[in-house]
């Protein structure tokens, strides 16, 4: 079955960058049929979509218009993973952050990776 | 933008019914998708497109999706059945409700 295995730091410093990768087993990054997600979940914003990659013989990304102008996601074909890089982040941007796979359901989720954006 | 309204908490005598809504505009023209989580865990889908059960979730889980509003329901709620439950549909991104605490007494 897929799963998504995610890493990266738990400690980001205001004004850096958050990066968080997602290994993916079971499925291919370049799926047709899937797209891959990454959202977030605070006490204070529960769960918030922030942007996802998908190929369909070419790739395509959506961003969340309230992280359009700091957030990249990129996909790795040759490690089969997905990454987030979140821009010029704030303590408003400490949450877990989620990768996961979506046909019309999200269907997979990783792990959850804890950021605490903090000096 | 579009949003998803839910009760914050809902509580079920254990045995009994539960019913979870999720309010939104002409939901009923879109799918829903429905979302339990533990604590400590990610979430997890237990309805897709209103009223599919994913492998694996008893039929005591069951849904339903007409005017504004969407409608989760547990019968013969257990225990186990205690978590944050969310909705979530597609418009211009991934939308989700704002999660119900699901209490079983």
């Known amino acids: 079955q897929v799963q998504l295995h995610q890493s990266g730091p738990g400690l980001v410093k205001p004004s850096q960058t958050l990066s968080v990768t997602c290994a993916i087993s079971g499925d291919s990054v370049t799926s047709n049929s899937a797209a891959w997600n990454w959202i977030r979940q605070s006490p204070s914003r529960g769960l918030e979509w922030l942007g996802r990659a998908y190929y369909r013989s070419k790739w395509y990304t959506e961003f969340a218009p309230s992280v359009k102008s700091r957030i990249i996601i990129n996909a790795d074909t040759s490690e089969n993973q997905l990454s987030l890089r979140l821009n010029s982040v704030t303590p408003e941007d400490t949450a877990v952050y989620y990768c996961?796979?979506?046909?019309?359901?999200?269907?997979?989720w990783g792990q959850g990776t804890m950021v605490i954006v903090s000096s | 933008s579009y949003e998803l309204t839910q009760p914050r908490s809902v509580s079920v005598a254990l045995g009994q019914t539960a019913t979870i809504t999720c309010g939104g505009n002409n939901i009923e023209t879109k799918n829903v998708h429905w979302y339990q989580q533990k604590p400590g865990q990610a979430p997890a889908l237990v309805l897709y497109?209103?009223?599919n059960r994913p492998s694996g979730i008893p039929e005591r889980f069951s849904g339903s999706n007409s005017g504004s509003t969407a409608t989760l329901t547990i019968s013969r709620a257990q225990a186990g059945d205690e978590a944050d439950y969310y909705c979530?549909?597609?418009?211009?991104?991934?939308?989700f409700g704002g999660g119900t605490q699901l209490t079983v007494l």
């Open positions: 979530q549909v597609w418009h211009s991104g991934n939308v």
């Open positions: 497109r209103d009223s």
């Open positions: 996961a796979k979506q046909n019309d359901e999200i269907d997979v």
